[in-house]
């Protein structure tokens, strides 16, 4: 009786602190276009049919529960965007899952890694001023300490502050952007002129200048990543668009083995952004072939080409040596975005999917590719064997059409004498019997 008493109260406590997960998140409908506007609201877009969908639910539960435990203003919900489309077009969504802060009239699209930690401080960033004040010394270490890299903007109202405050309204989605008067900057720091605005990173601070390094934006979207990173493949995804937007310099990056892990290699170019990949199963998918590992492979995102070395580098000469090759243009070049490319990347993906399918479940991949391999099959030995039929009847035309008429006549005669030859000939002689009696009549 107590084991049943147990099993009652823990099914209470579970389905009680189950709706109560359920209730940090919000089912939307066709009515959240017009309540949402008062809101700050974090949504999810997903379809019942996507496997990544489901596969984020559980995690979009874990963000609802820490923004509401936390004391975010943000409000976590998700739409199925197939029983409503429109709404979900309306928000320009193409893919599943979609996850967008909306914040008043802007929407703001998030393309990084679908963990809880990222999802929520991406969260509290976006929903936050798009430019903080960082008022005292104190403030300013604490966040030194806290940010890898950080935009600071120095000085009083002008021109630049209005191109900061619009670029930080724009990129938002990938970084913080503050301000601060120039107490509270580092006394060892001194500013050529004022106002001015800051990146702090890898340990030293740069000044943005726009004669040198073209437009705000641009330099920001360059200079917010560290000098030498960790990449995944959602880093690899925000350098490529970075190599797209900065169009005053050749955007390469290097994938450098643990062997250069530690080296410093920020003197060689400012052109050039350094990372490490563990192992190189993304980086084979990449270039659609094979790197060894340990290896260097310099990839340009703007035109899809990447270099590899003639030979193992293992030295600093080596591996200077290769960038150099690469920036005169003596380095050998592969892949790239033209048409030839294009078509291998399709087969690629293709056989690719399908290695996938059959090393996962054979049998599956056995059902899907073989029914349409053997229902083709049928198809075309029926077409053959039609086509043999009709051809057939071809020759035979083609003999008659080659006689002269004569000949025609006698063919026509000895195929009319075939046919009377048979079981009924006994019948056809009596029937010619009997058509020439009637001749014989009017002789006599």
Same mark, same amino acid.
């Given at each position: 009786?107590?084991?049943? &008493? ?71 919900? &998700?739409?199925?965007? *197939?029983? =409503? ?30 963990? &809880? ?14 430019? %903080? ?12 300490? %806290? ?26 989605? =990938?970084? =913080? ?207 053959? *064997? ?17 006689? *002269? ?8 005669? %000895?195929? %009319?004498?075939?046919?009377? #030859? ?7 002689? #009596? ?10 009549? &009017?002789?006599?």
């Amino acid at each position: 009786m107590a084991e049943v &008493k147990a099993s009652l109260i823990s099914g209470v406590v579970l389905a009680f602190l189950s709706s109560a997960v359920l209730a940090f998140v919000e089912d939307l409908d066709d009515t959240f276009k017009d309540t949402r506007v008062n809101d700050i609201w974090l949504v999810d877009f997903y379809t019942p049919w996507c496997g990544y969908c489901k596969k984020l639910e559980p995690v979009w539960y874990e963000v609802g529960v820490e923004l509401r435990s936390s004391g975010s203003p943000v409000r976590v919900g &998700k739409m199925d965007a *197939t029983a =409503y489309s429109g709404m979900a077009s309306e928000f320009g969504v193409r893919g599943y899952p979609t996850i967008k802060l909306l914040k008043g009239d802007l929407a703001y699209n998030y393309k990084g890694p679908r963990t &809880k930690d990222d999802i929520v401080e991406f969260a509290n960033r976006v929903a936050g001023p798009a430019v %903080r004040a960082l008022p005292s010394k104190q403030m300013f270490e604490h966040m030194m300490k %806290r940010h890898d890299v950080l935009f600071v903007y120095v000085g009083g109202e002008s021109t630049l502050k209005e191109k900061y405050n619009d670029v930080a309204s724009e990129l938002i989605v =990938y970084t =913080y952007f503050f301000s601060a008067s120039e107490e509270v900057l580092p006394e060892s720091m001194s500013l050529p002129e004022l106002p001015a605005v800051i990146v702090f990173k890898d340990g030293a601070y740069f000044t943005y200048d726009e004669y040198e390094d073209g437009s705000l934006s641009s330099w920001v979207n360059k200079e917010r990543f560290q000098g030498y990173l960790q990449i995944d493949g959602f880093t690899l995804y925000e350098l490529g668009e970075t190599g797209g937007v900065c169009i005053h310099f050749a955007s390469f990056l290097i994938f450098l083995d643990a062997l250069f892990h530690a080296t410093d290699l920020s003197f060689i170019s400012s052109d050039f952004q350094f990372g490490h990949m563990d192992g190189n199963d993304y980086i084979n998918s990449l270039i659609m072939g094979e790197v060894t590992v340990p290896s260097v492979i310099i990839l340009n995102t703007s035109n899809e080409q990447y270099f590899l070395p003639g030979e193992p580098i293992e030295t600093m000469e080596q591996l200077v040596q290769f960038i150099s090759s690469v920036l005169n243009g003596s380095a050998q070049a592969y892949g790239g975005d033209g048409i030839i490319q294009r078509i291998k990347r399709v087969a690629f993906d293709a056989r690719s999917t399908i290695m996938s399918v059959f090393r996962s479940s054979p049998l599956l991949g056995c059902f899907l590719f073989g029914l349409p391999l053997g229902v083709i099959s049928l198809m075309c030995y029926g077409i053959c *064997t039609a086509e043999s039929d009709d051809g057939s009847d071809d020759i035979d035309a083609l003999k008659r059409e080659g006689l *002269t008429d004569e000949e025609e006549e006698e063919e026509e005669e %000895r195929q %009319r004498a075939a046919e009377l #030859e048979g079981p009924d000939d006994g019948e056809n002689e #009596e029937e010619d019997v009997g058509e020439k009696d009637p001749e014989v009549k &009017k002789t006599d």
